[in-house]
């Protein structure tokens, strides 16, 4: 099966070094709000075949202002924010007990783009994590039961070991969601866009959030 062309092809633009197409980045400069800003350049990113397009880097910071950053994925985009879910037991989760704010960094190559978003986290419903709980697939859920993340281990063949028992347990029943696995809500304060442009003049668009809406400015390269 043939993979469908994206209608932003490369070359309309990168022989001239500007990143994708002009075309594209003048409608979403009409954009004024920039969840459905971020909302298109994804899926421009799914469409142009970008490797994990909602694989983000998640910088949080413990009590004291110690950062730390890993990638997770993104699982749902609304008016709202951004959500992800992980183990709120993992360091992640302590971090963002004691201080509930993230950062979030989007790097899509293919299309020369990346979006940074700094905001407050919130938890999402229960309902919620139940309802994304459920489409995971089998082998994933038993991972999170049998794992207790970031904590140390002996070795991996016990970690092993532990899954295989409970794909045993659970064998013809459905695999019940660990009460420390949850969801959280990026929701955004700020959010910057970034284009790649020739000779690094690239492109910086900043919207803040405000009483009023999104104020939107540009930032130098």
Do not use: C
Request: hydrophobic share 40%; charged share 25%.
């Amino acid at each position: 099966m043939r993979r469908k062309r994206s209608h932003f092809p490369v070359a309309q633009t990168q022989r001239h070094g500007l990143g994708r197409s002009a075309l594209s980045d003048r409608l979403a400069a009409m954009t004024t709000n920039p969840i459905a800003r971020f909302r298109r350049w994804f899926t421009l990113a799914q469409r142009d075949g970008s490797p994990l397009p909602e694989a983000m880097a998640l910088a949080t910071a413990d009590a004291g202002g110690r950062p730390s950053v890993r990638y997770v994925l993104l699982k749902g985009v609304d008016a709202r924010g951004i959500v992800f879910f992980t183990n709120a037991a993992s360091r992640k989760g302590r971090e963002l007990r004691a201080n509930p704010r993230a950062s979030a960094v989007f790097v899509w190559d293919r299309l020369r783009k990346q979006v940074r978003i700094d905001g407050v986290i919130e938890g999402v419903s229960a309902a919620e994590v139940d309802a994304y709980w459920a489409t995971r697939p089998r082998a994933s859920q038993l991972a999170a039961l049998a794992s207790d993340q970031s904590a140390p281990m002996a070795n991996r063949a016990t970690l092993l070991a532990h899954w295989r028992a409970l794909r045993r347990r659970y064998r013809g029943r459905s695999v019940p969601r660990p009460p420390q696995w949850t969801g959280y809500r990026l929701v955004p304060d700020t959010i910057e866009f970034w284009t790649h442009r020739a000779h690094r003049l690239h492109e910086r668009e900043q919207f803040v959030r405000t009483r009023r809406g999104w104020r939107r400015r540009l930032l130098q390269p």
